[in-house]
């Protein structure tokens, strides 16, 4: 039966859940990492080796930003880097 126009589409997982495989991945991942040390074994990155602690970094900011801004005059974007650490 084809799918009709204004009438929901049955089945699947709801939008924007992952599915088990990858859900059992995730947990997976997070596990080692506690086991590995957790925030301790992460400054212990940072400090050691730095360019794997920026390439994890990367990964985890966001890439898209939206924003509407309403705001009459000008608006200035500051980004301080010290000792390597961007604030």
């Given amino acids: 039966m084809p799918f009709e126009k204004g009438r929901k589409k049955q089945?699947?997982?709801p939008k924007g859940q992952p599915n088990k495989?990858?859900?059992?991945?995730v947990d997976d991942?997070?596990?080692a990492f506690k086991r590995s040390g957790g925030e301790e074994y992460l400054m212990d990155l940072a400090k050691n080796d730095r360019k794997t602690f920026c390439t994890l970094l990367a990964k985890i900011i966001p890439t898209n930003i939206q924003a509407d801004i309403g705001v009459d005059?000008?608006?200035r974007i500051v980004r301080k880097?010290?000792?390597?650490?961007a604030e």
């Fill in 73 to 75: 005059g000008e608006i």
């Fill in 21 to 25: 495989s990858v859900a059992r991945l």
């Fill in 81 to 85: 880097v010290i000792k390597g650490i």
């Fill in 29 to 31: 991942i997070v596990n």
């Fill in 11 to 13: 089945g699947g997982r």
